[in-house]
């Protein structure tokens, strides 16, 4: 059996080249669904192994490596790949020792293409619009989604549409999406209108939606775990912890790691820790009800990333967390910049979004559910320089509401050796 799109409530089934973004019968989300009896036998720890470090295309990327998991029936030379993924996973013990923990890993999604972890799903997303031979293609976005979405149409051929609220999205996306040439719309409306008026757009004209809603995104998104389980030996760690905004990715990962799961290739999943910014915490809410009471909520965060009240994804977060036995906490946009001025100490940098991580173990560490012994492995999905503003205004001290602590102030001196001499401690200078 070929893979199939597949209504994640009423199990009604479609083939991979509907231009579909919900289910015809019940409106549910659709997931690609994949034979994993029939992969049982190809998909092994050793094929995947023996493609690391090939030159060949689209085998390099650290997406189609796994093309058995992403999209298997898809001609490889239809693969639109810049080439992703292949991001570092560092080792930070003075971070870990912050955060309460032994080992704590983070893996820099930032390290992509365009700087953030959506070229994954947007290598498998316009890939898909490629094969179905569409000319344009579309999505809401918070910043990032648009900066890949930008890049990806423009290395395809394609007319890339994008819509973003008129404030509050980061200097550095915008300006991707500009450069890369895509049809930049700014409406006085927030991401989930805007992500409704693009599904509305969807219908009327032959436009292609690349918001996660498009189950081809989270395909790719999914090698984040693979690419992640591979780096760590298959070595299962206690523990994985990631920002939740629209929940695309922390849907991808619970579905990456039930195939992983299922397929054998590991023994057990880790636990999945998604985590909230306190303004922008529906499914945290969610989660204190037991999933029973869900509703959207008007969102607000300097993590403009994530300053989502309506996650689309909701239900696949939900399932994903049931998979991996998960938790969700929330943090305040406090600790998120205090998490994210250090990881940027560490020389390693993030955007704002991507503090959460580190701030939501330090919260789980004390909370008593993340236990020191534990192995985790943080996710980082946006690069430093998404958000010079924030970074730059935290330093300045200048954040209403955040107070920062040991900010790296600029020094102002005048053009002679006397005046940097009065900067610079005496120590320092004796060493020259
Ligand atoms: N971190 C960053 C840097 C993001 O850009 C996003 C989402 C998230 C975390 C949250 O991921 O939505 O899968 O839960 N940004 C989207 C955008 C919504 O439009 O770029 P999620």
């Known amino acids: 059996m070929a893979s199939v799109l597949t209504c994640m409530d009423c199990g009604q089934q479609y083939p991979l080249d509907s231009v579909i973004f919900a289910c015809g019968v019940c409106g549910g989300l659709l997931d690609v669904t994949h034979d994993l009896e029939a992969l049982r036998t190809t998909v092994t720890?050793?094929?995947?192994?023996?493609r690391l470090g090939t030159l060949d295309a689209p085998y390099n990327s650290g997406v189609w490596r796994y093309k058995e998991l992403i999209n298997p029936d898809v001609d490889p030379s239809l693969v639109v790949s810049r080439p992703e993924g292949n991001t570092n996973v560092y080792a930070t013990p003075r971070l870990a020792d912050w955060a309460g923990v032994?080992?704590?890993f983070l893996k820099h999604e930032g390290e992509n293409p365009t700087g953030s972890f959506k070229d994954r799903g947007m290598t498998g997303g316009v890939t898909q619009a490629r094969a179905l031979g569409m000319k344009r293609v579309a999505c809401a976005s918070t910043g990032n989604t648009s900066a890949s979405l930008a890049a990806y149409a423009a290395f395809a051929g394609m007319e890339g549409i994008v819509l973003f609220q008129n404030k509050n999205i980061a200097v550095g996306k915008l300006s991707q999406a500009i450069?890369?040439?895509?049809?930049?719309?700014?409406?006085?409306?927030?991401?989930?209108?805007?992500?409704?008026?693009?599904?509305?757009?969807?219908?009327?004209?032959?436009?292609?939606?690349?918001?996660?809603?498009?189950?081809?995104?989270?395909?790719?998104?999914k090698s984040i775990m693979i690419e992640m389980l591979q780096q760590l030996r298959w070595n299962v760690p206690d523990w994985v912890v990631c920002p939740g905004g629209n929940l695309g990715n922390s849907a991808a990962f619970g579905k990456a790691l039930y195939e992983l799961y299922t397929l054998g290739l590991v023994n057990r999943m880790p636990r999945l820790a998604i985590i909230q910014a306190e303004g922008a915490n529906p499914l945290y809410r969610s989660y204190q009800t037991g999933f029973e009471v869900y509703e959207p909520v008007h969102a607000h965060t300097i993590a403009t990333a994530i300053k989502i009240g309506?996650?689309?994804?909701?239900?696949?977060?939900?399932?994903?967390?049931?998979?991996?036995?998960?938790?969700?906490?929330?943090?305040?946009?406090?600790?998120?910049?205090?998490?994210?001025?250090?990881?940027?100490?560490?020389?390693?940098?993030?955007?704002?979004?991507?503090?959460?991580?580190?701030?939501?173990v330090r919260?789980?560490?004390?909370a008593g559910i993340i236990q020191r012994g534990d192995t985790v492995v943080g996710i980082l999905t946006g690069h430093?320089?998404?958000?010079?503003?924030?970074?730059?205004?935290?330093?300045?001290?200048?954040?209403?509401?955040?107070?920062?602590?040991?900010?790296?102030?600029?020094?102002?001196?005048e053009p002679t050796l006397e005046s940097l001499g009065a900067i610079l401690s005496p120590s320092t200078l004796t060493h020259v």
Request: charged share 25%.
């Open 384 to 413: 430093l320089l998404k958000d010079p503003d924030a970074t730059i205004a935290y330093h300045r001290d200048a954040l209403a509401g955040i107070h920062a602590v040991e900010p790296n102030r600029i020094f102002d001196a």
């Open 310 to 360: 309506n996650p689309v994804s909701y239900p696949k977060a939900v399932r994903a967390l049931r998979w991996t036995n998960g938790v969700v906490a929330e943090v305040s946009d406090q600790e998120i910049m205090e998490a994210k001025a250090l990881i940027d100490r560490q020389g390693i940098g993030c955007e704002p979004a991507s503090g959460c991580s580190l701030a939501g």
């Open 363 to 366: 919260k789980l560490v004390d």
């Open 45 to 50: 720890r050793d094929l995947f192994d023996r």
């Open 179 to 221: 450069a890369y040439g895509a049809t930049c719309i700014a409406i006085a409306a927030d991401f989930d209108r805007n992500l409704e008026l693009v599904r509305e757009l969807a219908a009327a004209f032959d436009i292609y939606v690349l918001n996660s809603v498009n189950p081809f995104r989270l395909e790719g998104q």
């Open 102 to 104: 032994d080992t704590l």
